[in-house]
């Protein structure tokens, strides 16, 4: 009876410090997690006692502080960071640790098409894969819908419930086949696209927190053969 009670004690305890553990942030002195760590609780005010490197960061949680002296570059942070790009935080600069409001999520998608227009009929389509979930899309343009040359269109899908850092991979793809349009003696419609931006919009941050933006001319031209661009999904946005 005795060892009942002392296992159920011993298991409260781990579990209460396991959550206490889970729920901080932990801050390293050198690259890859390794040096002098030091565990963040959420809430702010927090002055970094050293440069940070690298930094683990639980599910659910945001880290924001700058990483040059002086305090600027304000950073902030969603994915655990092995510290491959340099300084993540300055030292003495004030680190805040918050838990990610997920509750009106949503994605908006800013779109810049090149010289080579989408025209009316043919398809852009956003895919995204969310852990836990598993694969969506969203079909932003089609069914009469254009983009015209040298155009820039915002487009927004809401994801409530679901956190930056759940999200995994992204992509955008591209139909342009004839019988889109109606006409299957049409040729297959190309698109170019100069310039694309990801942004993570919610309550807490209406700004938006920028998970990918890229550019060229063109970033990327969408035709028969190519008709997916794969994207790259960062676990930090800095000003």
Known sequence: MKNKVLNSVMSFMIT?????????VIIHSEQNYRGTRQAISAGDGTRLPFNVRSITIPSGYLVIMANEDGCTGLCQYW???DGSAG????????ITVK?????????RISIKTGGDDLRSGSYAIFHWRINGVGNRSNRMVGAGGSLASNSSRDFTISIPGVRIDQILDMALSHSGLPEHRGNIFEHYDNWDVNELQVSYISRSYPDGLVVYRGNGAPM???TGENKRYPINVTGRACN
């Not at 410090?17 to 729920?23: C, L, Q």
Request: charged fraction near 20%.
């Open 99 to 107: 838990r990610i409001d997920a509750s009106d999520a949503s994605l």
């Open 87 to 94: 300084w993540l935080g300055a030292r003495g600069c004030t």
């Open 16 to 24: 209460i410090i396991f959550s206490s553990v889970s729920s901080q």
């Open 79 to 81: 994915r655990n960071m």
């Open 220 to 222: 990327v031209r969408f």
